[in-house]
């Protein structure tokens, strides 16, 4: 039995404790507050401010983890570079984790250093370079908290109006103690997909069939398995996500994202673990979820092959208002659908946009995927999250 240290406790990381349950390992999950997802399952819980080095050095010391699995982005990462020289292992490794919580870091990598074809993109520290940036790259842009995570505080700028509110709203969706933003040239794209992508320790890197997604407020409302693209664009996007991972060095899954245009594939960016788009495997589209085939890579566990078992589709069940007892109205409508699953997260409280549940559908290999998307989107509408 290993012992996992699961900094992130929402309803990714109760997945993952899920998968580690059912395979035998201790888990310990953390969050910066009680009654988390990931903490109703798990034999352990911890509640600490992981922006909070000392606090987090503590937490290691106390518990003395065979893993260090991070699950969120509000973490002190540039500690996992001093636990990795203790002994300890970080998922995927102390440089992926680093790099991948700050979006300047992951960007020049894959831009600078990889050459990956990215969307043209900028920095800024404050309303006024922000507004140089802009005059730089170009109208319209999209202005991203360096840490932030589902879409927080990430929006899109048309006009010279929008800057100053670009600013104050990224400034209010980032995470941690980072003022900095990237300022990105709009890219017309024809659609975008989540590559799962699975870094062995010793194994070939392997890749889920590719996940469309659709996303409102730079957040997943629905997503769909497989996605339909050309196969020479395909392979791109394989070839760019395996020079990216083993780059950043280390064992698990990552969420690798992509925009596809009429010129090609660009690199969007990636997250070195389960993502929330691949909330469609738990509809069982392939042999391992995506929390199963973390698990197995963190532990060492080979796995010889991903297949994909059949189609699928994801939509949220978002909260519209604040609630210190939210309930849901309608899951017998969901509960009677044929070819028909879902989740509720179990968080303790809910606020406006807050994801709290998804649904999930399904149907043979050769089904309609637009149609099990739009069933998957119909039937979460018919949800509503009870204040």
């Given amino acids: 039995m290993s012992k996992i240290l699961l900094l992130g406790s929402g ?20 969050d910066s507050y009680q009654n988390a997802p990931a ?63 700050n979006r300047k870091a992951i960007r020049d990598l894959a831009a600078k250093e990889l050459g990956l074809r990215t ?19 170009g109208m319209p842009c ?15 700028i048309k006009t010279e109006a929008d800057i100053q509110k670009a600013w104050d709203y990224s ?36 890749f889920c069939p590719p996940i469309g997604h659709r996303q409102e407020r730079g957040d997943y409302q629905e997503s769909w398995q497989p996605a339909s693209m050309e196969s020479a664009h395909l392979k791109t996007a394989q070839d760019m996500a395996a020079k990216v991972t083993e780059a950043l060095g280390g064992a698990g899954i990552w969420g690798v994202e992509f925009f596809v245009g009429d010129d090609g594939v660009y ?17 069982n589209t392939q042999n391992f979820n995506e929390f199963e085939l973390h698990l197995r890579a963190v532990l060492g566990l080979p ?14 069940i978002l909260a519209k208002g604040h609630s210190d007892n939210p309930t849901f109205s309608n899951i017998g409508t969901i509960a009677a659908a044929p070819k028909t699953d879902f989740r509720l997260f179990g968080k303790p ?39």
């Avoid at 969307?119 to 790259?137: C, D, E, F, G, P």
């Avoid at 999209?142 to 899109?156: C, D, E, I, R, W």
């Fill in 119 to 137: 969307a043209a993109y900028r920095y800024a520290t404050s309303a006024k370079s922000l507004q140089a940036a802009v005059a730089q790259i």
């Fill in 39 to 101: 903490m109703q399952v798990a034999q352990e819980f911890e509640v600490i401010n992981m922006l909070d080095g000392n606090a987090l050095d503590a937490l290691v010391e106390k518990h003395k983890p065979d893993f260090i699995v991070p699950e969120i982005e509000a973490i002190r990462t540039e500690r996992f570079y001093e636990y990795e020289k203790q002994g300890y292992t970080v998922i995927p490794s102390a440089k992926a984790a680093n790099f991948t919580m």
């Fill in 303 to 316: 796995i010889a092959e991903i297949t994909q078992e059949r189609i699928g589709a994801s939509a949220v």
């Fill in 171 to 206: 400034q209010e969706g980032s995470r941690g103690d980072v003022a900095e933003v990237i300022v990105e040239a709009f890219i017309d794209f024809n659609y975008e997909i989540t590559l799962l992508t699975v870094t062995q320790r010793n194994g070939e890197t392997l």
């Fill in 267 to 283: 690199f969007s960016e990636l997250s070195p673990r389960p993502h929330d788009t691949g909330m469609v495997t738990l509809a």
């Fill in 349 to 387: 409280t809910s606020r406006p946009y807050r994801r709290m549940a998804v649904v999930l559908t399904y149907d043979v290999l050769n089904g309609d995927v637009l149609a099990v998307t739009q069933r998957a989107k119909e039937l979460a509408a018919k949800v509503e999250v009870k204040l």
């Fill in 11 to 30: 309803e990714l990381g109760k997945e993952l404790v899920i998968a580690a349950q059912r395979l035998g390992q201790y888990t310990i999950a953390v």
């Fill in 142 to 156: 999209v202005v991203k908290p360096l840490m932030s995570s589902s879409g927080k505080g990430q929006s899109t």
